[in-house]
């Protein structure tokens, strides 16, 4: 059995189509007019643009024709056709010219396949990488917005941090200006005081005795303020506040020496006492004196004047926990968050006239022996409660 051409020209899996020298129809075959639903009657003789789209006719005239013109062939060149209902349908075509010897064009044959899935795959291939080129653009300009702000937020915390480091300065400046002030009104604090103490021996006047005693606790209250500005800035400057610790021993004395203190000099207050002492307490007892006299003085100032202040002190799994508690108007919750900070006064329009160094000291006298001090305030009682070990922390001996 041999192959019928004229069968395999008419039916075959492309379509064919002849042009003239006028790019004029003369020959189709069945393929192309079933693809086109029309009849072979009705496109031969016609020009060939006429068998395409207007978009793929202007294309044609402008870029292939000449082109096939030239070099006498064109491959896979993408138009759409048009069928008898307007439809498009994407082809690719290929083109050869068939020329006599003298060169003279005698037909231009175009093979066309259909391109519909090719072509929706180039659409789709474009439109990914016009989607890809939008998110690319995007990503880029969100880049730039991070950049901008890592720039912007690491400039402002080189300002904060070159603030804060000035800050510091000025504030170590300041401190050791308190320091060596406090330091150097010592010296003739003392002298002041050796010369009231020369004075007090020699015969004075009524007027005189008066003048020598106000300048005497003037003097001590002095000193005291003094004590406070040098112990504060010790503490600032990283030394904190210094304790020498006595070898263990009773501490109800220094606690009962404290108290008379107290109330001699308050004698229309009443202090209970509850000493629940024995064991021995490795302290350094000036320290501890002043702590128990701050708090004791402050109870006496801000708490109720007819109702007395109490001073308990006992022993608790090898700790110590001393305890001043005054009844009387509650300290405000937004006070007792600042009051261990020094120059707290507690509330504005206070009548004490300390500098507001007490409490921070006697928090860091409580931290220096290894203790902490800490306030409960209401209704019914403010306490300051200490609790410190009763015995220093044996000193871990160095690795060899």
């Known amino acids: 059995m041999t192959e019928d051409l004229e069968d395999l020209y008419e039916r075959a899996p492309c379509g064919y189509v002849s042009l003239d020298r006028h790019a004029r129809v003369v020959k189709v075959n069945t393929t192309i007019c079933t693809w086109l639903d029309r009849s072979a009657k009705e496109i031969l003789g016609r020009p060939f643009h006429e ?216 004698p229309d207050r009443e202090i209970v006492v509850k000493l629940e002492l024995s064991s021995d307490v490795e302290c350094d007892r000036h320290r501890l004196a002043q702590m128990v006299s701050n708090l004791l003085g402050n109870a006496v100032i801000h708490g ?3 109702r007395p202040v109490r001073l308990e002190a006992r022993e608790e799994n090898g700790r110590l926990v001393l305890s001043v508690i005054n009844h009387g108007k509650p300290i405000p919750a937004e006070v007792r968050k600042r009051l261990f900070h020094p120059f707290s006064r507690g509330e504005p329009g206070g009548t004490h006239k300390g500098l507001g160094l007490g409490l921070y000291i006697a928090r860091e006298i409580a931290v220096a022996h290894g203790g902490t001090l800490r306030v409960k305030s209401d209704e019914m009682e403010t306490r300051f409660t200490l609790r410190m070990p009763l015995r220093a922390p044996t000193p871990r001996a160095p690795s060899k």
């Open 304 to 306: 109720d004047p007819e």
């Open 51 to 266: 068998m395409l789209s207007v978009p793929s006719r202007m294309f044609f005239e402008t870029h292939f024709a000449p082109l096939l013109r030239m070099q006498g062939f064109f491959h896979e060149v993408a138009v759409d056709l048009v069928a008898n209902n307007d439809e498009r349908l994407p082809v690719l075509a290929n083109a050869m010219e068939r020329r006599d010897a003298q060169g003279n064009l005698l037909f231009t044959r175009i093979t066309v396949f259909k391109a519909a899935e090719r072509r929706r795959y180039e659409r789709e291939m474009v439109e990914a990488r016009r989607a890809a080129e939008k998110a690319h653009a995007a990503l880029g300009k969100l880049n730039n917005e991070l950049e901008r702000r890592v720039e912007e937020t690491v400039a402002e915390r080189l300002k904060l941090e070159r603030a804060l480091q000035s800050e510091r300065k000025q504030g170590d400046l300041r401190e050791q200006f308190i320091a060596v002030l406090g330091h150097d009104l010592k010296n003739p604090l003392a002298a002041i005081d050796s010369g009231l103490r020369v004075l007090s021996r020699e015969q004075l006047s009524d007027r005189g005795e008066q003048v020598l005693s106000l300048v005497g606790k003037s003097t001590n209250r002095m000193v005291e303020l003094i004590d406070d500005v040098l112990d504060f800035a010790r503490g600032r400057l990283g030394e904190g506040i210094p304790v020498d610790r006595s070898p263990p021993g009773p501490l109800t004395p220094v606690l009962q020496q404290v108290i008379e203190e107290i109330a001699s000099s308050n």
